[in-house]
């Protein structure tokens, strides 16, 4: 009689459908097989000892993803068929979406090939499967918030060079630097920089804004797709969560390379959010929070409670944490300054804040806000009536490693820009800051072939040397960059505003 | 610590090196406490400028839209190269100067603090 067949619990299952398909290999070595997970030093006893954070299997995940799909794609229908671009708090918002498509999007995609290397570089098969999913995870953020923005796309600037200016325009090569880095290091230091440093480390301070932004701001589409990832991050944190811990019960060896990575991605990562920041003081007409209280929720406790935490394993907190909370009351604004004069060669606008928002400002950001960064708008405020708006027409010195040019000041004074130089193989490399400055001594080998813009652009290899030449070789128009009142995104505003604030006019006679 | 490689040996020419400018030099300069320009400058320019024309023709221009640079005597300046005390001969040239490939300058002028006297 034949027996009915048993059916596999979901741990037994889990078993057999990942670690159970691994094998030991004996035609080639297992070191010939997995030729790069030993040559950054970690030590590895016993890749079983490995947790998984979570329990998917393959079958469980796609159906799990398909169903989040549908649901996703059904509201950006809506999005699109009830103009929902109309919603929005005020067309100056719209910067911070085009903020997100050219910076952070393309490190979703960046995301997507390293975790595929990660999930084919590690010789344990629990954290190959976590790297695999989340490869894919990655890959799908990024299709679909190309697919949410590309309604956007249809009415606003700024938005359609995206994959091209990733690669080309000076400030995306801030983000873009931060992810290159961390992919051209071995595949532990990899996952410690994206997993643990920024995904669970510093998540809160780019998820929060961006997602809570949008919806405080009626951007269906960014709300939708932001609350689609959701679940996929929660996952990815855990990722990061276990990888420090395996790493640190493995050996003790590894203790002292872990360190070092977390205070080099600790001040890489800082540096990246201060464009977050910016962007959640500026360009949210409806403000969710100031940076500086969201430093100081999801770093000063958040983030030091979790380094309390994790100093029974030896770790500390991460070097210069101090000198980034030096900075709480000036980063942004030194920032929104930067790429207000620079506006003209982005695919950006930028504007002086409204007297409302620049009481918001005085009184999230007080004494020093008030004598240094008030009077400096309110001063190109009125160049701008007299229709002298101000621009920088030179070049500016940039950090050779976090690539944001030199605007920040010396942490005990705001007022002094902080360039510092270190000389390897004779030539002179400036950097913004002692964070930076150890993170190019450590390993200057690496950091001296850094494509630093404004060198390249000297250097003649970006199409010239004029603004006219370096925005033609970006394919931005004149017309896409530069200041907000005026341009042609503003101009459409205005139009959707007067059409809605009609009379809809005379009930037809029955 | 050096960077961990795979493989003999991991050499790479550094991307701004001077070769690479064709006789010209990169330099970096910023006048202190005229933070409405947020960030030092950067040039090309020829080893041989008189270090006077570059601050009269080239530097000085560059801050148009500040009210202190009409009033600026650069001899008053308080000079700093690579972070360290330095004083310029305005009628040398770079070179003469000893202002290298991306050599880092910096000027101070005392009394003229910027906008509002607050560094702006
Ligand atoms: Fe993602
Ligand atoms: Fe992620
Ligand atoms: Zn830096």
Same mark, same amino acid.
């Given at each position: 009689?034949?027996?009915?067949?048993?059916?596999?619990?979901l741990?037994?299952?889990?078993q057999?459908?990942?670690r159970?398909?691994?094998?030991?290999?004996?035609?080639?070595?297992?070191?010939e097989v997995?030729p790069?997970?030993r040559?950054?030093?970690?030590?590895?006893?016993?890749?079983?000892?490995?947790?998984? !954070?979570?329990?998917?299997?393959?079958?469980?995940?796609?159906?799990?993803?398909?169903?989040?799909?549908?649901k996703?794609?059904?509201?950006?229908?809506?999005?699109? *068929?009830?103009?929902? *671009?109309l919603?929005?708090s005020d067309?100056?918002?719209?910067n911070?979406?085009?903020?997100?498509?050219?910076?952070?999007?393309?490190?979703?995609?960046?995301?997507?090939?390293?975790?595929a290397?990660?999930?084919?570089?590690f010789?344990?098969a629990?954290?190959?499967?976590?790297?695999?999913?989340?490869?894919?995870?990655?890959?799908?953020?990024?299709?679909? *918030?190309?697919?949410?923005?590309?309604?956007?796309?249809?009415?606003?600037?700024?938005f359609?060079?995206?994959?091209?200016?990733?690669?080309?325009?000076w400030?995306l090569?801030?983000p873009?630097?931060?992810?290159e880095?961390?992919?051209?290091?071995? !595949?532990f230091?990899l996952?410690?920089?994206?997993?643990?440093?920024?995904?669970?480390?510093?998540?809160?301070?780019?998820?929060m804004?961006?997602? @809570?932004?949008?919806?405080?701001?009626?951007?269906?589409?960014?709300?939708?797709?932001?609350?689609?990832?959701? @679940?996929d991050?929660?996952r990815?944190?855990?990722?990061?969560?276990?990888?420090?811990?395996?790493?640190? $019960?493995q050996?003790?060896?590894?203790?002292p390379?872990?360190?070092e990575?977390?205070?080099?991605?600790?001040?890489?990562?800082?540096?990246?959010?201060?464009?977050?920041?910016?962007?959640?003081?500026?360009?949210?007409?409806?403000?969710?929070?100031?940076?500086r209280?969201?430093?100081?929720?999801?770093?000063?406790d958040?983030?030091?409670?979790l380094f309390?935490?994790?100093?029974?394993?030896?770790?500390?907190?991460?070097?210069?944490?101090?000198?980034a909370?030096? =900075?709480k009351y000036?980063?942004?604004?030194?920032?929104?300054?930067?790429?207000?004069?620079f506006?003209?060669?982005?695919?950006?606008y930028?504007?002086?804040?409204?007297?409302?928002?620049?009481d918001?400002?005085?009184?999230?950001?007080g004494?020093?806000?008030?004598?240094?960064?008030?009077?400096?708008y309110?001063?190109? *405020?009125?160049?701008h009536?007299k229709?002298?708006?101000?621009?920088?027409?030179?070049? !500016?010195?940039?950090?050779?490693?976090c690539?944001?040019?030199?605007?920040?000041t010396?942490?005990?004074d705001?007022?002094?820009n902080?360039c510092?130089v @270190?000389e390897?193989?004779g030539t002179?490399?400036?950097?913004?800051?002692?964070?930076?400055?150890?993170?190019?001594n450590r $390993?200057? =080998?690496?950091?001296?072939q850094a494509?630093?813009? !404004?060198?390249?652009?000297?250097?003649?290899n970006?199409?010239?040397?004029?603004?006219?030449?370096?925005?033609?070789?970006l394919?931005?128009?004149?017309?896409?960059?530069?200041?907000?009142?005026?341009?042609?995104d503003?101009?459409?505003?205005?139009?959707?505003?007067a059409?809605?604030?009609?009379p809809?006019?005379?009930a037809?006679a029955? | 610590? /050096?960077?961990k490689?795979?493989? +003999?040996?991991?050499?790479?020419?550094?991307?701004?090196?001077?070769?690479?400018?064709?006789?010209d030099?990169?330099?970096?300069?910023?006048? +202190?406490?005229?933070?409405?320009?947020? /960030?030092p400058?950067?040039y090309?320019?020829?080893?041989?400028?008189?270090?006077?024309?570059?601050l009269?023709?080239v530097?000085?221009?560059d801050?148009?839209?500040?009210?202190?640079?009409e009033?600026?005597?650069?001899?008053?300046?308080v000079?700093?190269?690579?972070?360290?005390?330095?004083?310029?001969d305005?009628?040398?040239?770079? /070179?003469?100067?000893?202002?290298a490939?991306?050599?880092?300058?910096?000027v /101070?002028?005392p009394?003229l603090?910027?906008?509002?006297g607050?560094g702006?």
């Open positions: 009689m034949a027996e009915k067949p048993k059916r596999l619990n741990n037994q299952k889990y057999l459908m990942t159970g398909l691994d094998w030991e290999t004996t035609y080639q070595s297992m070191d997995f790069y997970d040559y950054e030093g970690i030590k590895i006893k016993d890749w079983d000892k490995w947790q998984d !954070p979570f329990r998917l299997t393959m079958d469980a995940y796609w159906k799990y993803q398909a169903e989040k799909e549908r996703l794609y059904a509201i950006l229908d809506s999005v699109a *068929q009830n103009n929902s *671009q919603n929005i067309g100056r918002y719209m911070a979406v085009k903020i997100w498509m050219q910076g952070v999007t393309p490190l979703e995609y960046a995301a997507f090939r390293g975790f290397m990660l999930g084919r570089g010789r344990g629990g954290a190959r499967v976590a790297c695999q999913f989340q490869s894919i995870d990655e890959m799908r953020h990024y299709q679909t *918030q190309v697919h949410a923005f590309s309604h956007y796309n249809k009415y606003f600037n700024g359609n060079q995206y994959s091209r200016i990733r690669d080309r325009a400030y090569s801030i873009k630097s931060y992810f880095d961390a992919v051209s290091a071995g !595949p230091e996952i410690t920089a994206i997993s643990f440093s920024f995904e669970y480390v510093l998540t809160n301070l780019l998820f804004p961006f997602v @809570s932004g949008a919806a405080y701001n009626g951007d269906m589409a960014t709300t939708t797709f932001g609350f689609s990832a959701q @679940s991050e929660s990815h944190m855990t990722l990061g969560l276990e990888i420090i811990k395996f790493m640190l $019960e050996h003790e060896d590894n203790l390379i872990v360190q990575w977390l205070d080099k991605w600790f001040w890489r990562g800082y540096r990246l959010l201060g464009l977050v920041g910016t962007m959640m003081d500026y360009m949210l007409p409806k403000k969710v929070m100031s940076w209280q969201a430093w100081e929720i999801y770093w000063e958040n983030g030091m409670a309390n935490d994790l100093a029974r394993y030896g770790l500390r907190p991460p070097k210069h944490h101090e000198a909370t030096k =900075e000036r980063i942004t604004h030194e920032f929104w300054s930067t790429i207000y004069q506006s003209h060669a982005t695919a950006l930028t504007w002086i804040p409204t007297t409302e928002e620049l918001w400002l005085s009184a999230e950001y004494e020093l806000f008030d004598t240094v960064y008030r009077p400096r309110e001063y190109w *405020q009125e160049l009536e229709g002298e708006r101000f621009f920088q027409k030179r070049l !500016p010195v940039v950090c050779n490693v690539q944001i040019p030199i605007f920040h010396m942490p005990d705001p007022l002094m902080c510092l @270190s390897y193989k002179k490399h400036q950097m913004c800051s002692q964070g930076c400055l150890d993170i190019f $390993e200057p =080998e690496k950091y001296c494509y630093i813009p !404004p060198q390249q652009i000297y250097q003649g970006c199409g010239g040397a004029s603004l006219e030449d370096y925005r033609k070789w394919h931005i128009k004149d017309e896409e960059t530069g200041e907000y009142y005026g341009s042609e503003h101009v459409m505003w205005e139009q959707w505003q059409q809605a604030a009609k809809t006019g005379v037809p029955s | 610590m /050096a960077v490689f795979i493989g +003999d040996s991991y050499d790479f020419p550094c991307a701004n090196r001077q070769e690479n400018y064709g006789g030099m990169n330099i970096y300069i910023v006048w +202190d406490h005229h933070l409405i320009y947020c /960030a400058n950067t090309r320019l020829p080893p041989n400028m008189k270090f006077r024309d570059f009269e023709q530097f000085a221009p801050y148009f839209q500040h009210p202190d640079v009033k600026v005597d650069w001899e008053k300046g000079w700093q190269m690579e972070n360290q005390p330095w004083q310029p305005f009628d040398k040239t770079f /070179a003469e100067n000893g202002i490939h991306n050599s880092f300058i910096r /101070a002028t009394g603090e910027g906008l509002h607050v702006n």
